[in-house]
């Protein structure tokens, strides 16, 4: 089955302590992007990646880390986090840009909370 | 910069009533234009799209959309509301070099479908 897997689910941690949400997809991708999403708000793009060893700045980038290794895997890294990453995190991958021309897929979401 | 409007945070109609969920952009370019939805504890789904040609856009479950340039509008419709159709619903617009670089979204409008 086509699908994004991210984990964990949901997760709870202190301020400062790192922590990486994994992502994979098993529909041989090349575009993976992680969003936000906060009430009011709607998705906001933290980083994208065209493909392996490619990876750019979203619109909210600050305090956020991704890397692209292989094709299927694209975590986000939160080297030091805060209160106010507390959101919900949204992994999508579509099979190439541009956007328009295929499909984006988006994982269940990440719900984190950073005390 | 793009931006995405959705009017209404909130919309609540009677199952059987029509559903118009309105969404308006700010583009200089032609956009590309979608809309998610959402159901709770899941990931998005993409219900249309449209990209060229037909300004009236069908897609999955019975919902519509019309693409007015002179409106800058992409409003949601559906004839007659499902209880199933309790959602999220997000618009949204691609945004980047011929639309590639990421998917731009309104800030998200819930949808409540009374008995």
């Excluded at chain 1, 709870?12 to 994994?22: E, Y």
């Excluded at chain 1, 991708?29 to 933290?46: A, C, K, N, T, V």
């Excluded at chain 1, 979203?58 to 080297?79: T, W």
Aim: proline share 5%; with cysteine; hydrophobic share 35%.
């Amino acid at each position: 089955e086509a699908q994004v897997t991210q984990n964990p689910r949901y997760l709870i941690t202190v301020t400062g302590k790192k922590l990486t949400v994994t992502c994979s997809q098993n529909m041989n991708h090349e575009y993976m992007s992680w969003y936000r999403q906060d009430p009011g708000l709607g998705l906001r793009q933290i980083y994208y990646s065209m493909n392996v060893e490619v990876t750019d700045k979203g619109d909210v980038p600050e305090g956020y880390k991704v890397s692209r290794k292989e094709k299927r895997n694209f975590p986000l890294i939160l080297e030091s986090p805060s209160p106010n990453q507390t959101s919900l995190y949204f992994c999508a991958s579509s099979l190439s840009a541009p956007l328009f021309r295929t499909r984006a897929f988006f994982g269940q979401g990440t719900r984190l909370t950073v005390v | 910069a793009q931006s995405v409007t959705q009017l209404g945070s909130h919309v609540s109609v009677s199952e059987g009533a029509l559903v118009l969920l309105r969404c308006n952009y700010s583009s200089s370019v032609p956009p590309y234009l979608f809309w998610y939805v959402q159901y709770p504890n899941q990931g998005l789904q993409l219900l249309l799209k449209y990209t060229t040609g037909a300004t009236l856009v069908k897609g999955i479950n019975g919902f519509e959309a019309e693409f007015k340039k002179s409106e800058t509008s992409f409003h949601l419709t559906k004839p007659s509301a499902h209880m199933s159709d309790a959602a999220e619903y997000f618009c949204a617009v691609s945004e980047g070099n011929q639309g590639a670089q990421k998917l731009v979204f309104g800030q998200g409008t819930r949808l409540t479908i009374n008995p």
